[in-house]
Structure formats: C-alpha cells, structure tokens
C-alpha cells in the first residue's frame, strides 16, 4: 500500500488537473454562449469598463514609459558604439511595438485587473453573493463573468495602444537627451515599422485579454472558504494568466510569422 | 399585499391543508412525478433518501424528510452538521450525492440551472450573512429579481420595493449600499430581496446568528409579519431556541445527518431522547431527559 501511494498521488493530482482543465472548458463555453445569446448590458457593463479601462491608465502608462526607456538606454550604446545611434529608435519601437508593449500591458493587467477581478469574485464566493444570485434565478456568468470578459477583450488593446504609444514617447526623449537626431531616429523608425507589426501587437493583446478575464473570473469563482482562499484565487489568478500571456504569445508570434512569410516573403529588418 | 400571480391558488391550497397533521414521518418513497398525478402532494417539499459527501466528509447519510406548504419548520442542529447545506440541497445550490428531491411532487434532482429557474423563483432566500451584492445599493438588492424575471415599468418596480422595505422597517435607506448597514439591517434588507418576487417558500438560514437578542427577536417579529401577511412556507435552520420556539410550527432535530427529532414545539420540548434534551436546553452534562 505504501509502495503504490505516490504512485496514486500523482494519478489523483493528474485526474484533478484534467478535471479543473475540463471545468475551464465549460466555464468558457458559457460564458461564450451567453455573450452571444443575450448581449451584456451597459448597467453592468460600465462599472468594470471604468475599473478595468480608467483605473489601469496609470500603470499602463508607467509601464509603457519606462520600457522604452529602459531599451532606448540599452539600444543607444551599442548603436553608438557602431556609429548608428539613430538606428536604435527602429529597434526600442519595434520591441515595444510587436512585443514589450503588448506583454507588458498584458502583464500588468493580468496584475492589476486580473488578481481584483478573483479576488472580488471570491469574495462574493465565500459570502454567498454567487449563491445568493443562483437562488434568486439569476446565472452569475451571465452577470459577473460576461461584463468582465467583454471589458478585458475591449479595452486591453486600447491599453497596448497606449503602453506602445508612451514606450515610443520615453525611448524618443531618452535618445533625444544623448543627442540622437531626431528626423534621422524617426526616419528610420518608419522604414522598419509596418502596420503589420503594430497589427500583430494589438491582435495579441486581444487574446492577453480574454485569457486574463476568463482565468481570473474562473478562479475567483473556485475559491475556498476564507481570506486564505480569496488570497489564493488572486495570486493564481496572476500567476496562470502571466504563464498564459507567455505561451499564447509564443503560439500567435509562431501563427502570425507564418502567415507573414507566406503572404510577403522574409524580409531583414537591416540590410 | 399580492398583487395577482399565483398568490390566490396558494391561499386556497392552503386553506385546504391548514396547519393540521404535524407528524414526525418524513417523505414515502415515490418513482413517479406525484404532480402528474392530480391531487397536490402531501409535502410541498420532500427529500428521499437523500445523502450527500464533500470529499470525504458525509454529511448526510440517508435523510428522507418533508416540508407541508404553509407551515414553518425549523431544522435544528449543532454548528456543521448540515443544516445550511440542507436548504441549499432544496434550492438546487447543490446537488445530493444520493436520493432525490422533489418540490410540489417534480422531482428537481438533476435539473439544469437553467430548469432550475421556474423552480427557484418560486423560493425566496435569507441567507446567514444577507449575501447582499456588494456592488449594488439596498434598493438594486431588492429589485434584483424583480428586474430579471419581470417586465415591470421601473415606477412599478421603485414601488414593489418601497413596500417590501418597507414591511422589514428599512424604507428610506434604498439609495445605501450595503457596507454602509449594520448587520441586523442587513438581514432585513435580505428578507426583503428574499419576499421581493413574492415566493411560495422562503428558507431562512440562521436569521438570527450574530445578532444581540433585541435585534434577533425583531427578525423573529418581521419574519412572523411575513410569514402572516405573505402566508409563505417557511423552513429556518438556527442553533437559536428561543428563535425556533418563537417562529417555528414544527422543529426537526438534525443530529450526525439523521433527524432524531420531529414535531410540533411542546412535542419537541417534552422529546425523551438525551440529546434533544440536551441541545434545546444547552446543557452539555445533562445525562437523561428530564421526565414529564
């Protein structure tokens, strides 16, 4: 019995994980299907469009404006070593564009909007609020889920728009301050950026969106009793969508590149 | 008070069954829908059989019990020994492991949420911490299912809800939320939401936990009012004696997943059995029933 007890730990942990994947699956289809059944209503949905869109600006913003400038340090030496300073604006915007910007955002919110969406769902778990919606007749997907999911979808490309747009602004200043020219830097930032890119970038946050709204949501909605359990929902709610961003990003980079190879053909950013 | 709907059928159906035959026997079995059957079954709610585990943790075995329409049964029984996951089991919140459960003779086992609804609209519920939505003021709380089920103008609906706060002594505090009300308040804003759709049955989940005696009794008093100018059926758990001898026509005693006790109050107070004795005194050394 001792012999075949790890053996059965591993079985039971596999079965459960397979079971929660199996949860999440129908989690999601409801959610889909009442979107698509009964469109959400503005009275529910303008609350969490103000939480998860005005109140995420600040940090969006700080983000956005120290990632490029952060790079616009890092690029600028090596460029200058090179004697192509203002080459270093081409690569601190591509980065943010097609891949900081979008990342971060998505990092951030998954921070920031995702843990407050479990930990507030927990809340209303381990107060019966959920239950108390159930009994009254009403589905809580319908009513706590959808509104989130449709906010997160929305606005977190308005979101990477905005983490692009200040990480541009940041590595500009930062090159400025070293003495980069400024028509050179620009000059060579429009030649390689294509709207392909910015495309991509905001495509990307789309999915960030929606894996951070549906994860976060579902874990709120699995919380155990207690501060313990609704602390829990929040930090996996933060750790699964972070490690969600990573991988969908490396699958939609992966699908887009193909895409892009097959419709124009590679093409080197320096030549 | 009612307005129309199903209230004048239930006030004759009740009238027809009065508040007679207490008995101790639960539910009989029965594979058949008894709604089909014509006649209105004996129980308005009843659970057969019924057991239910978290894990590994039963807290049912085999529970076969039944609720008549227009009585108000108090479940009794020590902290953790199911009574909260029995109202829940009636409102389909959960599902029971084994058995069945039947209201007004369908059985409502494996519904659906979505079958569930007709059912659960028919059920008002207090829950023990008034499980107000925190994101909603009192007066959204209470016109909750009004607003989902119903096509009332919004004048119709204000006006519904001025009057249920107003039986729970809480008109004037519609535009609060709910952090801003004490715990007593907030209760009476749950049995407000709770009697807002004007249901047939409404489950009360420890009304009175945590609240001091004064504010207690005057749940016990609006539930009272409620229960007689609404004329619902009503089923409370409590751990609160004077609460269930104030409120309840008939107390159950839940006792390791069984019922031990069953019946009208002074049945209950002269019970034989030590450990009903013992819970509805409070007295943890009493060793054999006081003789009558």
Redesign the interface.
């Known amino acids: 019995m001792k012999l075949t007890a790890p053996i059965a730990a591993v079985g039971r942990a596999a079965i459960d994980q397979v079971g929660d994947l199996g949860n999440f699956a129908v989690f999601t289809a409801q959610t889909f299907a009442w979107i698509f059944t009964d469109l959400t209503r503005w009275r529910l949905l303008r609350?969490v469009l103000y939480e998860v869109g005005v109140l995420s600006m600040p940090v969006i913003i700080f983000t956005g404006a120290f990632v490029g400038m952060v790079l616009a340090v890092q690029s600028y030496f090596q460029f200058d070593a090179l004697g192509r300073a203002s080459w270093s604006g081409a690569v601190i915007n591509l980065s943010v564009v097609k891949e900081l910007g979008p990342v971060l955002a998505g990092v951030m919110i998954a921070g920031r909007v995702g843990g407050a969406l479990a930990a507030s769902l927990g809340?209303?778990k381990v107060?019966?609020?959920i239950?108390?919606?159930?009994?009254?007749?009403?589905?809580p997907i319908r009513h706590l889920v959808v509104p989130r999911f449709v906010a997160c979808f929305v606005l977190i490309p308005f979101l990477t728009i905005y983490c692009d747009f200040v990480g541009i602004l940041g590595g500009y200043f930062v090159t400025w301050g070293y003495g980069v020219d400024t028509y050179e830097y620009w000059q060579h930032s429009a030649s390689v950026i294509e709207n392909w890119d910015v495309f991509t970038g905001v495509l990307k946050s789309c999915f960030f969106g929606a894996a951070i709204a549906l994860i976060s949501c579902y874990k709120g909605f699995q919380s155990r009793m207690g501060a313990e359990g609704v602390g829990r929902a929040a930090t996996e709610a933060f750790v699964v969508s972070f490690m969600a961003i990573l991988l969908l990003d490396f699958f939609i980079v992966l699908l887009l590149q193909g895409i892009y190879d097959a419709l124009w053909g590679r093409v080197a950013i320096f030549v | 008070m009612r307005s129309g709907g199903a209230w004048p059928s239930l006030c004759s159906r009740r009238a027809e069954n009065g508040k007679t035959a207490m008995t101790s026997e639960a539910g009989k079995p029965n594979s058949k829908d008894e709604a089909a059957a014509g006649a209105p079954p004996e129980f308005l709610i009843r659970l057969e059989h019924v057991s239910k585990r978290f894990g590994r943790h039963t807290v049912f075995k085999d529970l076969s019990l039944g609720f008549r329409r227009g009585e108000t049964t108090v479940v009794l029984g020590a902290s953790g020994v199911g009574k909260s996951v029995l109202l829940?089991l009636i409102?389909g919140?959960l599902e029971p492991t084994r058995g069945r459960i039947f209201v007004d003779g369908s059985e409502i086992t494996h519904l659906s949420?979505r079958q569930?609804?007709?059912v659960?609209?028919r059920?008002?519920?207090v829950?023990?911490?008034a499980?107000?939505?925190?994101?909603m003021t009192v007066y959204e709380n209470v016109a909750?299912?009004l607003k989902?089920?119903t096509d009332l103008p919004e004048g119709d609906v204000r006006r519904i809800v001025k009057q249920k706060l107003a039986l729970v002594d809480m008109d004037g505090t519609q535009n609060l939320l709910p952090e801003q009300l004490s715990g007593g308040m907030r209760k009476r804003v749950g049995l407000a939401?709770a009697i807002a759709?004007e249901p047939e049955v409404i489950l009360y989940d420890e009304p009175t936990t945590g609240l001091d005696p004064v504010t207690a009794d005057t749940i016990n008093d609006l539930i009272l009012r409620c229960q007689r100018e609404l004329r619902t059926t009503g089923i409370m758990v409590t751990h609160d004696m004077a609460s269930a001898f104030k409120v309840g026509d008939r107390l159950v005693l839940l006792y390791e997943g069984e019922a031990i006790a069953d019946g009208r109050p002074d049945e209950i107070r002269r019970h034989p059995d030590v450990r009903v004795q013992r819970f509805i005194t409070g007295n943890a050394s009493l060793t054999a029933a006081p003789k009558t």
Do not use: C, I, N, W
């Open positions: 609350p809340t209303m107060t019966e609020q239950d108390a919606m159930r009994s009254l007749g009403a589905d | 829940k409102l919140l949420e569930l609804v007709p659960r609209k059920f008002g519920m829950f023990q911490g499980a107000l939505f925190d994101f909750f299912g989902e089920h939401r759709m």
